[in-house]
């Protein structure tokens, strides 16, 4: 069996397991992702020799962890060719950072009557948070829609975006989907309208290679766990400009300047944002999973995922009787394979595959309103990272055709075929 | 193991009714009714019940979602359908005792009937809502109706 992108697979000892009697196919990486060994040595190591707090001891241990803390920011700016360490947020997460955005940027700039524009596509975490500014700030929360195929409808985008528009936030890459959204293009759409354009890079980073500058975005944001790092960590990218106006949402220790009794002030960015001791060996972590991903090269993983989806959307398509959401045609398609097989409720095949070692997931992928957008009420998903490889995407395309046999015929027929 | 396994889950009696649910639909007259929904997958289940003297006159269900959850539904309602409602509420809490993997004694066992063959979703931990969701809405019901 072959090992994954470089043999990757040999540094991920999770995958080295059997589940239900069957060796493991882990294709549950859009909801998180397995870490490798060098990722769990970092924090071993960290607790080990170097655990102290941040930015407020002179001892020794206290300026290594903080060393080692703020290193791995410079790496997580060398990663998205952010311009400083000063424009990357630690945050807990993704949602965090959308929350922080929409919170305190989104609630100053949005004035009655404004608008802000999403996409059909959108995890709730790139909804619920606008949906609260909308209401807050009695704005209005608008949609990007799809064309039949499933991608963005740019023709749509720029009817959508206008002069009242104040943000605009769009996935990078979906989760369900399996598109990347023209960013780019979106922001200089926005930027035109005088609008912001705040880019949810969940399912991007992890896969393909960032670049803040030139997709000229004014936030990005992205989780460590979807990365190969642990939960519990995840960044808010600002252009330096807009980081240094936008107003904290948290305060306490870390993030003051000077505290009297009735007034305080804050640090500069980023540290103003980060009250309260951080996540700090999550953060070393990530600075020790973005080595990891270099060392394979954000080019190769792009492409040895792209060979996977090359191989195996093609063979998907034609199971009788499936409905594969996105564009059908593998060049257009990301990792993220989502899928319905008609008659059968995505829980019972998640089930089926399970029992046969595979891990997806079935639900609605925390994108109610795309589902309702697809007049689906669920669906199943299968998604790729670089350890994954050609003879998994077999032993899921055959468990696919054997759980539609299964229902078919009942338990008769699939005791015999044991 | 494989899809073997899957035969424990998914028995002759469970496939059967959820490809043929009974009591599938909207009574007439409820008493009273109670919509379920399972946020994680988006099962949906509303039972509605016409109580008549303490007993159970007419019971039924509609909504959508997987084998289980559909079957569940529809052996609940053959359960319930005509039992009092101290025995319904005794015999909803021995069903999600069994789903949970405890035991029930012998005379509700055999009052759940067919019902208690979904017991075996106790192997499969992440089933067990769906298995679970329209009894509970069931209990809601017959909990506000008895406190009425
Ligand atoms: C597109 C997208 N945005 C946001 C998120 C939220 O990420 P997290 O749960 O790490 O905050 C996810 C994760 O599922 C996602 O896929």
Redesign the pocket.
């Given at each position: 069996m072959s090992k994954g992108l470089n043999d990757s697979r040999t540094d991920f000892p999770i995958l080295d397991q059997e589940v239900n009697g069957e060796p493991l196919v882990y294709l549950d990486n859009?909801?998180?992702t397995q870490k490798p060994v060098s990722v769990l040595q970092t924090i071993m190591h960290y607790y080990e020799h170097d655990n102290a707090n941040v930015h407020r001891g002179v001892h020794t241990l206290a300026e290594r962890a903080t060393e080692q803390f703020e290193a791995a920011r410079d790496k997580v700016a060398a990663f998205i060719n952010a311009p400083s360490r000063k424009t990357i947020v630690y945050t807990?997460?993704?949602?965090?950072?959308?929350n922080w955005i929409a919170s305190s940027f989104g609630n100053a700039m949005v004035n009655e009557g404004d608008e802000i524009v999403i996409s059909e596509l959108?995890?709730?975490?790139?909804v619920v948070p606008w949906q609260q500014v909308a209401k807050n700030q009695h704005a209005t929360l608008k949609y990007i829609g799809l064309t039949a195929d499933g991608e963005l409808d740019m023709d749509d985008a720029r009817k959508q975006i206008t002069d009242k528009t104040k943000i605009v936030a769009i996935?990078?890459?979906?989760?369900v989907m399996g598109v990347v959204n023209p960013i780019k293009e979106l922001a200089q759409l926005a930027h035109a309208h005088n609008a912001y354009m705040v880019a949810?890079?969940?399912?991007s980073t992890p896969h393909l290679k960032v670049d803040v500058q030139d997709l000229d975005v004014d936030f990005y944001?992205?989780?460590g766990?979807?990365m190969l790092a642990p939960?519990g960590i995840?960044i808010l990218y600002g252009k330096p400009e807009i980081l240094d106006e936008m107003e904290p949402t948290q305060f306490g220790g870390e993030m003051i300047n000077e505290v009297h009794e009735q007034a305080a002030d804050w640090k500069e960015s980023p540290w103003k944002f980060e009250a309260g001791t951080p996540n700090i060996s999550g953060a070393i972590a990530l600075g020790s999973a973005i080595d990891y991903l270099n060392n394979l090269g954000m080019d190769n993983i792009s492409a040895y995922e792209q060979e996977l989806v090359d191989y195996t959307l093609p063979k998907l398509t034609q199971i009788d009787g499936i409905t594969v959401y996105g564009p059908h045609d593998p060049a257009k398609h990301t990792g993220v394979l989502s899928f319905n097989l008609e008659g059968l409720h995505p829980h019972d095949v998640a089930t089926g595959l399970d029992m046969d070692g595979i891990a997806v997931r079935a639900g609605h992928?925390?994108?109610q309103p795309l589902m309702e957008y697809l007049s689906c009420e669920a669906t199943c998903r299968a998604s790729f990272y670089f350890y994954n490889t050609k003879e998994e995407a077999d032993r899921l395309l055959d468990a696919l055709n054997e759980v539609k046999e299964f229902f078919a015929n009942g338990t008769s027929k699939a005791e015999r075929t044991v | 193991m494989g899809l073997a396994k899957l035969n424990e889950l998914y028995k002759t009696v469970i496939i059967d009714n959820a490809n043929y649910p009974r009591h599938k639909g909207q009574i007439a007259d409820p008493t009273g009714e109670m919509q379920l929904k399972n946020p994680t997958c988006g099962d949906l289940i509303k039972v509605s019940v016409k109580v008549d003297d303490g007993k159970i006159a007419d019971v039924g269900f509609t909504g959508s979602g997987c084998t289980i959850s559909q079957a569940s539904a529809s052996l609940m309602t053959t359960v319930l359908m005509g039992k009092d409602v101290k025995t319904a509420r005794r015999l909803i809490l021995a069903f999600s005792k069994l789903i949970s993997g405890g035991d029930i004694d012998d005379e509700d066992e055999e009052l759940l009937g067919d019902a208690a063959i979904v017991g075996s979703v106790a192997e499969f931990p992440t089933r067990i809502k769906c298995a679970a969701l329209a009894w509970h809405a069931m209990d809601e019901v017959l909990d506000k109706t008895q406190k009425s």
């Amino acid at each position: 069996m072959s090992k994954g992108l470089n043999d990757s697979r040999t540094d991920f000892p999770i995958l080295d397991q059997e589940v239900n009697g069957e060796p493991l196919v882990y294709l549950d990486n859009a909801a998180t992702t397995q870490k490798p060994v060098s990722v769990l040595q970092t924090i071993m190591h960290y607790y080990e020799h170097d655990n102290a707090n941040v930015h407020r001891g002179v001892h020794t241990l206290a300026e290594r962890a903080t060393e080692q803390f703020e290193a791995a920011r410079d790496k997580v700016a060398a990663f998205i060719n952010a311009p400083s360490r000063k424009t990357i947020v630690y945050t807990r997460s993704t949602t965090e950072s959308l929350n922080w955005i929409a919170s305190s940027f989104g609630n100053a700039m949005v004035n009655e009557g404004d608008e802000i524009v999403i996409s059909e596509l959108e995890h709730h975490s790139n909804v619920v948070p606008w949906q609260q500014v909308a209401k807050n700030q009695h704005a209005t929360l608008k949609y990007i829609g799809l064309t039949a195929d499933g991608e963005l409808d740019m023709d749509d985008a720029r009817k959508q975006i206008t002069d009242k528009t104040k943000i605009v936030a769009i996935a990078h890459a979906s989760n369900v989907m399996g598109v990347v959204n023209p960013i780019k293009e979106l922001a200089q759409l926005a930027h035109a309208h005088n609008a912001y354009m705040v880019a949810d890079g969940a399912q991007s980073t992890p896969h393909l290679k960032v670049d803040v500058q030139d997709l000229d975005v004014d936030f990005y944001a992205f989780s460590g766990h979807k990365m190969l790092a642990p939960t519990g960590i995840g960044i808010l990218y600002g252009k330096p400009e807009i980081l240094d106006e936008m107003e904290p949402t948290q305060f306490g220790g870390e993030m003051i300047n000077e505290v009297h009794e009735q007034a305080a002030d804050w640090k500069e960015s980023p540290w103003k944002f980060e009250a309260g001791t951080p996540n700090i060996s999550g953060a070393i972590a990530l600075g020790s999973a973005i080595d990891y991903l270099n060392n394979l090269g954000m080019d190769n993983i792009s492409a040895y995922e792209q060979e996977l989806v090359d191989y195996t959307l093609p063979k998907l398509t034609q199971i009788d009787g499936i409905t594969v959401y996105g564009p059908h045609d593998p060049a257009k398609h990301t990792g993220v394979l989502s899928f319905n097989l008609e008659g059968l409720h995505p829980h019972d095949v998640a089930t089926g595959l399970d029992m046969d070692g595979i891990a997806v997931r079935a639900g609605h992928h925390c994108a109610q309103p795309l589902m309702e957008y697809l007049s689906c009420e669920a669906t199943c998903r299968a998604s790729f990272y670089f350890y994954n490889t050609k003879e998994e995407a077999d032993r899921l395309l055959d468990a696919l055709n054997e759980v539609k046999e299964f229902f078919a015929n009942g338990t008769s027929k699939a005791e015999r075929t044991v | 193991m494989g899809l073997a396994k899957l035969n424990e889950l998914y028995k002759t009696v469970i496939i059967d009714n959820a490809n043929y649910p009974r009591h599938k639909g909207q009574i007439a007259d409820p008493t009273g009714e109670m919509q379920l929904k399972n946020p994680t997958c988006g099962d949906l289940i509303k039972v509605s019940v016409k109580v008549d003297d303490g007993k159970i006159a007419d019971v039924g269900f509609t909504g959508s979602g997987c084998t289980i959850s559909q079957a569940s539904a529809s052996l609940m309602t053959t359960v319930l359908m005509g039992k009092d409602v101290k025995t319904a509420r005794r015999l909803i809490l021995a069903f999600s005792k069994l789903i949970s993997g405890g035991d029930i004694d012998d005379e509700d066992e055999e009052l759940l009937g067919d019902a208690a063959i979904v017991g075996s979703v106790a192997e499969f931990p992440t089933r067990i809502k769906c298995a679970a969701l329209a009894w509970h809405a069931m209990d809601e019901v017959l909990d506000k109706t008895q406190k009425s």
